[in-house]
């Protein structure tokens, strides 16, 4: 089966999973902090904490910049779930502002509108989560201004990006965004099984993620000292959101094949690019001059208006002969709980509206075979015509 993303795991990795089983730790051992250097040392940036996941990295997040009840956190309808959620775990409500209708990412334009009609219901917005579509870097740039406009937290939900540069560099995320979030789920840019990380230079957000990330539990040489060996102090009411040392052993081990990943993905990206160059119902991904793509995704727009086939029948076709496409992302403020939470309709952003009813991801991954591209690129110039 051919499928819109996968992980690809090699000898080494599991070399370094194995070492981890015949290890004293399985969890909480020496590893964790280990892979935290490694991403510190990759982006680069001064803290990183690993986690759970990447949507414990956001509850995190919301927690650690102080997500209050009443507090309106503001995210784009173009990203997983997961973006908007994490505001209300925190007991925040969320909102959104829709996408640039080329970058697919949320748009400042429209993020100024909407804070300044929130003004003048005397509301403000308390932080702003921006995820790097499929890949490609947000206007950040216009974003950071913003916030620094506006006073808000700015977020960077990365876990489509890494690796993506933007302005020449690859740590642009915390250059503008107060704290930037990774995951390592399996279809994702390097994986851990599941894993997730917290990406900051403020240390305090640092030392608070690390606490709630343990149940609030704070032990350190001198508590021990001072009360005894067996001791710990619950300050905060944290959760387990720990990562295992089994995961941060892949974790670490994939991160060395980052760039390899990375070339591979940009290079089916520009097979997939030339294969659709003269296809004028298909839309290919955009980059910018000022940015590197990561293809977290290889993301299409076809305009089934113009075709013949509808993307239901387009999805059946393509699962008969082993190949199965998939569509990021659905609005979130069209999901049922959305909805009925705000009363969210049909048109309330309808730039997301227009892309997922054109959005297609395409199959690309590091173990993607030359053939299996072009068999992908041909189905697709075949039924869309
Ligand atoms: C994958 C993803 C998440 C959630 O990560 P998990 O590790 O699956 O919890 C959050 N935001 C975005 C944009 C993602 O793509």
């Known amino acids: 089966m051919i499928s819109y993303g996968k992980q690809f795991v090699d000898k080494k990795d599991i070399r370094a999973v194995n070492n981890v089983l ?3 730790f399985l969890t909480q051992g020496p590893l964790v902090e280990k892979f935290e250097k490694s991403l510190s040392k990759y982006f680069p940036c001064k803290y990183v904490s690993v986690v759970s996941s990447g949507t414990a990295a956001l509850h995190l997040t919301a927690l650690a910049l102080n997500f209050k009840k009443k507090d309106l956190i503001i995210t784009s309808p173009n990203t997983f779930l997961a973006s908007a959620n994490s505001a209300l775990y925190a007991g925040s409500d969320i909102d959104f ?65 890494i690796g993506a540069t933007y302005k020449n560099k690859k740590n642009y995320a915390l250059k503008y ?8 789920h399996p279809v994702k ?16 957000i640092y030392e608070k993620i690390n606490l709630l990330r343990n149940h609030g539990m704070q032990k350190n040489k001198k508590i021990l000292k001072d009360n005894g060996l067996w001791f710990y102090k619950m300050i905060e009411l944290g ?15 994939q991160l060395k094949k980052i760039n390899k990943f990375l070339k591979k ?35 299409v727009q076809i305009n089934f208006n113009k075709i013949k086939i509808n993307k239901k029948d387009l999805f059946t076709e393509f699962l008969k002969r082993g190949i199965k496409l998939q569509v990021h992302y659905i609005p979130i403020h ?16 309808p730039n997301s509206e227009k892309f997922y009813s054109q959005q297609v991801s395409l199959p690309i991954y590091y173990s993607i075979k030359n053939h299996e591209i072009h068999k992908v690129a041909n189905l697709i110039n075949q039924f869309v015509k």
């Open 22 to 24: 015949n290890s004293n």
């Open 97 to 161: 502002v829709d996408i640039n209708q080329i970058t697919f990412n949320l748009d400042p334009i429209l993020l100024e509108i909407k804070i300044k009609k929130l003004k003048k219901k005397n509301k403000r917005v308390k932080a702003v989560i921006v995820t790097d579509y499929a890949g490609h870097p947000a206007d950040w740039k216009s974003l950071s201004y913003l916030s620094k406009k506006y006073g808000f937290f700015l977020i960077n939900d990365h876990c489509h990006s």
């Open 177 to 184: 965004a107060d704290v930037a979030t990774l995951s390592f």
């Open 189 to 204: 840019g390097i994986t851990s099984g599941e894993g997730g990380a917290v990406l900051t230079q403020n240390r305090k």
């Open 239 to 253: 959760y387990n959101y720990r990562i295992t040392d089994i995961q941060c052993a892949l974790g670490m081990s």
């Open 265 to 299: 993905r940009r290079k089916v990206a520009k097979i997939y690019n030339d294969l659709f160059a003269n296809n004028q119902y298909l839309v290919t991904p955009f980059v910018s001059k000022e940015a590197q793509h990561a293809y977290h995704l290889y993301s």
């Open 334 to 349: 069209l999901q049922p709980f959305y909805k009925k939470k705000y009363g969210f309709k049909r048109g309330d952003f």
